[in-house]
């Protein structure tokens, strides 16, 4: 569609850093709200860490490809009169994935409960009662954690107080890997229970256990993907902008939120210009907001040796290649393990090492949509997790090598002769992270999802440093992943009125 004339009606003016999915929807419900909204954004084209590449006819999507929860996307077109049907094409994938162990045998993650059993007990009989059992405790960590929390505001300490006694009878303290121990005596269940975490960033052996709530929510709302890759998403929001009359700009990297007496006034571009507004939201990550964007800025909290001590998520190691040929036997979702986890987890968490073996995803979009190919070839992607840059690493060196170590492993396991067919490939290592999306020690998730960098004690959606800045995205509350980033953007709704009283809210 066509965009509308950029308005200019005297509604207050509202600065968004950062086109991820947290910027492009805080941009639609702060537009809905009556703010004058520019949305600004370093790279070339919208999406951050969503972003799309393109090359040589395929069509790569640079980051999240499991989507969950699509009620969120819904409210978002629903805010602006529109139907989310009408724009995007959302299709179901059953099963959710595929787990391929290391010694060849396979677990499938089934929407239905039945299907389920089934490849439950093809590992352990005696399990199936376990998994009944864990799917009641998944469920009633979803009702406190997620139902009650993922879009309540963690700005106050008693919003904790309150959560708390939640928190301990449901046993939020313990890892996600523990819990799921509780359930399942089978290693490989445990595993394929407890990976989850990695998808947004966190070591299932550290990561409190409400993250087990993701095991309800598949089951709630399923697993999708999106005709066009996650890429159409990213344009059907920005047509939600557009058609609020609002503005994006590309090409447009902020080297600083500008303060005036602890409140934030604008923002200048690292070309020199300065754009002034009423408030400020950054989708940016925070340390990188915080210690970089506001470094001429007193800080009392959010301090530059509190952001050197906090504990970052992994990195990834990502490679887009294209075939000439189909890959018809291998799935949409297929998670590829090494021989090892607990001990590969340590060495990407704790000792920040690359280690010899690994455990990759691999994604083929064109499973079901071949648009994202030429005639005949598929498209993929297929992402290590490695340490963040504290390891060390030599990633100019070492990609390449890396590269081949994991065409290799792909070859012997779901993808023959693969070597042969690419006609088209690009990586993606910890370096395109710090440099592209400027990411702390280039994090692929920011901060990492550990218990005590979680809800109250994660950096909170309101800035409580510089009074009129607000944040989104994976760093802040309730954290990474498609669902909680959606989620932060209707955190930052609730804090703020309507255009029309946020100056009245502001003298108040």
């Not at 864990?134 to 959560?163: C, M, R």
């Not at 313990?174 to 407890?194: G, P, T």
Request: aromatic share 10%.
């Amino acid at each position: 569609m066509n965009a509308a004339p950029i308005r200019d009606d005297g509604a207050p003016h509202a600065v968004v850093i950062g086109s991820g999915f947290g910027g492009l929807a805080t941009a639609v419900r702060l537009g809905a709200k009556g703010y004058r909204v520019t949305l600004l954004e370093k790279l070339d084209a919208p999406g951050g860490r969503a972003y799309t590449f393109r090359q040589d006819g395929f069509t790569f999507d640079a980051g999240p490809t499991i989507l969950t929860a699509p009620h969120l996307f819904n409210e978002l077109w629903d805010l602006c009169g529109r139907k989310f049907e009408d724009d995007i094409d959302l299709r179901a994938v059953d099963p959710f994935y595929r787990i391929r162990f290391d010694d060849g045998s396979v677990f499938e993650a089934h929407s239905d409960k039945d299907k389920t059993r089934a490849e439950i007990a093809k590992f352990a009989p005696e399990d199936v009662a376990g998994f009944e059992r864990f799917l009641n405790a998944s469920e009633a960590i979803f009702d406190a954690a997620y139902t009650q929390l993922a879009e309540e505001p963690f700005h106050e300490l008693s919003t904790l107080v309150k959560a708390a006694p939640d928190m301990v009878r449901l046993g939020g303290i313990r890892s996600v890997y523990a819990k799921v121990s509780d359930y399942f005596s089978n290693e490989k269940l445990r595993i394929a229970f407890s990976f989850h975490p990695l998808f947004i960033g966190g070591d299932p052996f550290a990561a409190t256990s409400y993250y087990c709530l993701i095991s309800h929510l598949e089951r709630v709302w399923g697993v999708h993907y999106a005709i066009g890759g996650t890429g159409a998403l990213v344009r059907g929001l920005v047509s939600l902008i557009e058609g609020q009359g609002n503005e994006l700009r590309y090409n447009c990297e902020v080297d600083e939120i500008l303060t005036h007496q602890g409140r934030a006034t604008g923002v200048r571009l690292a070309g020199g210009e300065k754009i002034e507004c009423d408030l400020v939201v950054s989708n940016a990550e925070i340390a990188w907001t915080y210690s970089k964007l506001l470094r001429n800025t007193p800080r009392r909290v959010w301090t530059d040796r509190k952001l050197a001590r906090a504990d970052y998520s992994m990195s990834l190691f990502v490679w887009y290649f294209g075939t000439r040929r189909q890959y018809t036997d291998c799935y949409h979702h297929t998670i590829v393990l090494g021989p090892r986890y607990r001990g590969l987890l340590k060495d990407i968490f704790r000792k920040k090492v690359l280690a010899d073996d690994f455990s990759l995803y691999l994604h083929r979009p064109t499973a079901n949509d071949p648009s994202l190919a030429p005639e005949g070839c598929d498209s993929f992607y297929v992402l290590s997790p490695v340490p963040h840059l504290d390891s060390g690493t030599d990633w100019k060196a070492m990609a390449a090598p890396y590269k081949e170590r994991i065409a290799e492993r792909l070859e012997e396991t779901v993808l023959p002769g693969l070597r042969q067919e690419i006609v088209s490939e690009r990586v993606m290592t910890p370096l395109d992270f710090q440099d592209r999306l400027l990411s702390t020690k280039g994090a692929a998730f920011g901060l990492e999802p550990k218990l005590l960098q979680s809800a109250w004690f994660r950096p909170h959606n309101i800035s409580a440093d510089v009074k009129g800045l607000y944040l989104t995205g994976a760093s802040t509350h309730p954290g990474a992943g498609v669902p909680s980033v959606l989620s932060s953007a209707a955190v930052v709704d609730k804090l703020l009125p309507v255009a029309s009283e946020w100056r009245a809210s502001v003298r108040a």
